[in-house]
């Protein structure tokens, strides 16, 4: 097969995970296409990678990336179907569909290998999420070797569709809910004088921090916020100042309102 990995759509998310498979797979394996070529280009140039049509990409490629918005996606595979279904080949069609199940997807394709992942956009510097879910036809080794080629992009999970909704509403939208803690943080500091910029670094510091030693600690968050929290100091009052404004409800509810929004 000519192409380890083609991307049909290289908008945000496809041009970002071109760039993380970039780094684990030869360039000369790896192919673009873009409705609007340009942008294609661009990326292919400085991936030091093919570019070509939709055709290309799905005659060609042992993974196909498909990654235009999830309304565009039916048009798209009626376009390349014939293609794929003349394939003699092994393949796996990619698609990062939000809220596109694989019974959708093998309405809209058929019974191809399929798999279904949802990113999110820090896959861009390798400390990203993507949770994953196959079609009964996607053998083991296509699995491994799809592992293989996203191994730059941060955390690649299989997991059993039914949960792909709600690891969706947490790292697939989270960035941006974590993006505004990062600024109220700052906002906070600012009003205490910090500057701008001290702030914004010393929240990310923080939450980065505090994330890994939640990792590597394997202790339960609650656990590392009491090991802060001395009697009568500065901690616990700003601990009860979140409660008393509601932070835990409102980061449920941030949670919850998005996996409402996938059913
Ligand atoms: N962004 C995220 O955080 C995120 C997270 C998880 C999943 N996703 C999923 O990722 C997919 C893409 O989202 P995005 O945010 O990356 O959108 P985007 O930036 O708008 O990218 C979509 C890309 O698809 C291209 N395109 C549209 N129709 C095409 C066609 N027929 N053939 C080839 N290319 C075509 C567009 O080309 P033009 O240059 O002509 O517009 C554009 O570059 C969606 O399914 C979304 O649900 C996104």
Do not use: W
Not at 203 to 232: F, R, Y
Request: glycine letters at 10%; aromatic letters at 6%; proline letters at 3%.
């Amino acid at each position: 097969m000519k192409y380890t990995a083609g991307f049909i759509g290289t908008g945000n998310m496809g041009g970002a995970l071109a760039q993380c498979v970039a780094k684990a797979v030869n360039a000369e394996k790896i192919i673009l296409s873009n409705r609007t070529e340009e942008k294609a280009k661009i990326l292919s140039k400085s991936i030091g990678c093919d570019f070509g049509t939709n055709k290309d990409v799905a005659k060609n490629s042992e993974f196909i990336f498909i990654g235009v918005k999830p309304n565009l996606i039916p048009e798209l595979a009626e376009y390349i179907k014939s293609d794929l279904l003349e394939r003699n080949d092994s393949f796996v069609i990619v698609s990062m569909a939000a809220g596109v199940s694989l019974n959708d997807l093998s309405n809209i394709f058929g019974a191809l290998p399929i798999i279904r992942i949802m990113p999110n956009t820090p896959v861009s510097i390798g400390k990203g999420v993507t949770v994953c879910a196959a079609s009964k036809n996607v053998s083991n080794e296509k699995i491994e070797k799809f592992k293989n080629i996203m191994s730059f992009s941060g955390k690649v999970d299989f997991i059993d569709e039914k949960f792909i909704n709600a690891s969706s509403a947490l790292s697939g939208c989270g960035p941006a809910f974590v993006y505004m803690f990062i600024e109220a943080l700052s906002d906070g500091a600012v009003e205490c004088g910090l500057t701008r910029k001290m702030s914004i670094e010393y929240a990310c510091q923080t939450l980065i921090g505090a994330a890994s030693l939640v990792l590597e600690s394997g202790k339960h968050p609650g656990e590392l916020k009491d090991a802060v929290c001395s009697p009568g100091g500065t901690t616990i009052a700003g601990v009860h100042a979140l409660e008393k404004n509601g932070f835990r409800n409102a980061a449920m509810d941030c949670v919850k309102a998005a996996f409402d929004k996938t059913l």
